[in-house]
């Protein structure tokens, strides 16, 4: 069974690897900023198999917050197999392309 940690686990990428690795069993450590769309995706991740899924709001700009949640990842995972980046920030795109 995978133990796996999604960072910006709400994008569109991330809850569709989620949702395999949901299928084959695997516990889940989710980190995102919407908490409602972050409950749902939990939700749906139990419905479509996960052993686990445990959740937790996730600001990459709190830098003083990643050491607690990479611990509190492993509070319930135990190990992790693997991390999944999937968080960003796009610019104003009227900005960077001057339209």
């Known amino acids: 069974m995978k133990r796996v940690v999604i960072i910006g686990a709400t994008s569109a990428m991330a809850t569709e690897v989620a949702r395999r ?3 084959g069993g695997a516990q889940l450590f ?4 919407n908490i409602q769309r972050l409950d749902s995706l939990a ?3 139990q419905v479509r198999g996960a052993a686990a899924v ?3 709001t996730f600001n990459a ?3 003083a917050s990643h050491e607690r949640l990479l611990e509190q990842a492993r509070t319930s995972l135990g190990d992790i197999d ?3 980046i999937a968080h960003g920030d796009l610019p104003d795109q009227h900005i960077v ?3």
């Open 21 to 23: 690795y949901a299928q």
């Open 30 to 33: 989710l980190l995102a900023r």
């Open 43 to 45: 939700q749906d991740l």
């Open 54 to 56: 445990h959740t937790a």
């Open 97 to 99: 392309t001057g339209k």
């Open 61 to 63: 700009l709190d830098v």
């Open 82 to 84: 693997c991390v999944l």
